[in-house]
């Protein structure tokens, strides 16, 4: 190549990075300029989606269910605050209002009083013959439904009028209330029939929800559209449709809001948190999540981590205030175990692990891991300790934080190896518990239980406890709290076994998983949502400010 | 045309069973699994996932889920997904419309680019025009598309604000005049790098046929330049150029996967991201079966087109 062809690429290229570099902050500086985009209204609201549904089958699909929640009700749904309020019943059955009752043989009941005047959108009254129906094709062997959980305890439902549906128990089961937050199958329109094969139903479901799905066109996106008699009232829902496009690049989907051309984004990754506060007309909502980040400490296969003393030095080892003020931007707090303030089992009052290099490094020597080397990695009987730390390759955050942690252990004498892996491989990791260390998050359940995840024999298949943690008191209360239906009392069962769990040091539990998402400023009604509920879970409240 | 199309199809059968086996083999080989993104569900408990395990079929030997497969296909069965249920040859088939959109309109206007370039790189060989050309052209094959992508986003929707920065459609009747706003970032994108590889490639066999004696036979009979350039020059050089661009489509109709995920554009490339995240193997294998055909459909339309082009491999043919 001559000098001047040279000279040519060269320019071409500085310019190309320079145009490319500017762009970061760019976005933000003008109002947003759009060749399609117009701005939010009550006529239409457009949301940018991560992923298309599998399906619009609530108790099918296995990813959230934002799009689900507009159209299908349950019987209660969580709030914002996580508390469990009624939807299509009446109230919420508990001991106090006597829906719900023990019996003498080990099982309870359960009343569910329906409220009047629902119908579906077909306007076939919404009845107690559905909810019987619901538990009914559920635990038909023949449809596949995600999950079976709670189900497979009910013996059977009586519908003593069409209003009132008792299910009785076969045994206690504390999130009974939570049973029917997916809503009911609409009986007339599915018995007898191969609900998997059902592409009608599974592709727009009937419900009672204040939308129905209009169009989904697959690849594109889901048109919902307002139904005229939604049993709130007819003045709801105030907006006449909301379009979920799907953009599976999160930079595509931040970048459509910064055109215009979508106003609602769920779960902005906090890594362009600050791009999208910098767009005109969008507010960013951050609430409390319900998911944990934490670093799990496989005991089965890392012989060291057995060791509490080694578990709780690791833990002491790493500086959280400093990883979520300096790589989060203070967009995640700090928390101490796997019950998340937002639920109403939460307490704070467990052991804590202040950050304390001397104190860990103490710990470490006392458990009988000392350098005897000098290679700066402690060792013990020859071995030393040394460990993967796995984690999800593509996070940006998770990646950051990962090199967090190894350094931080490196100051006290701790070998930690990070190796990425995709998304989806990581769970066949975890589930055969094929790992030394892993950074990840649990997406809690609303019910705050733990049994699943730290009860002795809940190891993988049987469940998720993947520190392989193994304590009898742990488990004993564990097991009480599931049987226990009086919250006062369940609560005090819980708050022991969060207390057991932070002196156990199983984890190192980091910081709350923060929900962001980006809403227009215009948008009232919004509350965000920490469960699987979304944050459609009050989208009849949502209105759009002239 | 019709033995010709037996001939290929009974050629590659073979190769397809084979490279089936090994794709199969791979796809269960990775870490995951279609039931992964059911393990991080709270709800799921482990009777869920061995029911669900066997309903997909997934807890039979893999000999024997490969040999389902195959018999389903050859019955002209390509099974169901796993992700929504459907058929596997109904949720490709409607993804064909939009990938072949995109592809032809980028293809065209990567030709549309490539054959002027290769035309004047050949002509002023080794001076100035030529150097800033190959110069650009590595640029483009070195640019990876995401990053293209992600900066024609950057400029034309959101600093300037002509153009929408992805998805296929408005979803309001937008007309054929919408329509064409929401191909031109992708086209484009997806050009750059093709004209990129073809004017690299065009470019080397023109060098090679400009010198050749019967052009320069033609150039001595008083042959207008141009018409000896495109002529005699440019037409042979077609043909072994035409086999490449046709294989180039056939990939990249089974499957734009960057340019079609950043862009959010509903045509294969983004099902086969989507499937190849949710482990949804029916859809996977289904992709192969797509994609060999779309090569050995290519590779005819090539020998036919050659034929056309070229006088004796029209005899050889025939």
Redesign the interface.
Known sequence: MTRRGMHLALVAFVALVAACGGGGEGGGRDAPRTASGRGPSNELLIVGYDREPDTMNRFATHILEDIQTCVVEGLTVTDEQMRVIPLLAETVPTLENGLVTLRRDGGMDVTWKLRPGVKWHDGVPHTAYDVQFTVAAINDPKWNPESTDGFDRITSVDVPDSLTAVVHYKEVYAPYALQFIRGTLPKHLLDGRDIDQAADYNRAPLGTGPYRVKEWKTGEHVLLDRVSNYWRGDSLPAIRQILFKFIPNAVTRVNQLLAGEVHVVALVPWDRAAAVRAVPGITLHQIMGNSYEHVTLNQRRVTAFADVRVRRALTMAVDRPLITKALLDDLAPVIHGPIQPLSWAFTENVRHYPFDVAAARALLDSAGWRDSDNDGVRDNNGTKLAFTLLTQAGFTTRETVAQALQRMWKDVGVAAEVRLVDGTAISGYWFRGDFDAMLHWWHMPADPELTLFFAKDRTPPAGRNINYVSDDSLTTLLYASDRTVDETRRKALLIAAQQRIAELAPEITLYNVTRLDAVPKTLQGFTGNPTNAGIFWNVHQWRIAP | MGALLVRRVGAALPLVLLVSVAYFALLHA????PL??????????????A??ER?LGLDRPLPEQYLRWLFGVVRGDWGYSF????PVFA?LL??VP?TLELVGAGLSLALLGALPLAVVSAERRDR?AD??I???S??GLA?PVF?TA??A???F???????????????AS?GLG?RL??LVLPAFVLAISQVAAWSRYLRATLVGTLAESWVTAARARGGAPWRVRLRHALRPSLVPFLTVALLDAALLVSGAVVTE????W??LG??F??AL???DYPVLMGFLLFGAFAVIAANVIADVAQGWLDPRVRERLA
């Open positions: 990775l870490p995951g699994g992964a993104a059911y393990l991080s569900s709270p709800n799921v408990r482990p009777e869920d996932l029911r669900l309903a992700v929504d249920g459907r949720r409607e993804r939009a100035t150097h800033a190959r110069a650009a590595a640029a640019l990053w992600l900066l986003q950057l400029v929707a959101i600093w300037l604000g002509w153009l929408p920065s992805s998805g296929r459609s408005g979803f937008t919408g706003q929401y995920s950043v862009f959010a509903p045509g983004a099902l991201t989507d995240a949710r482990r």
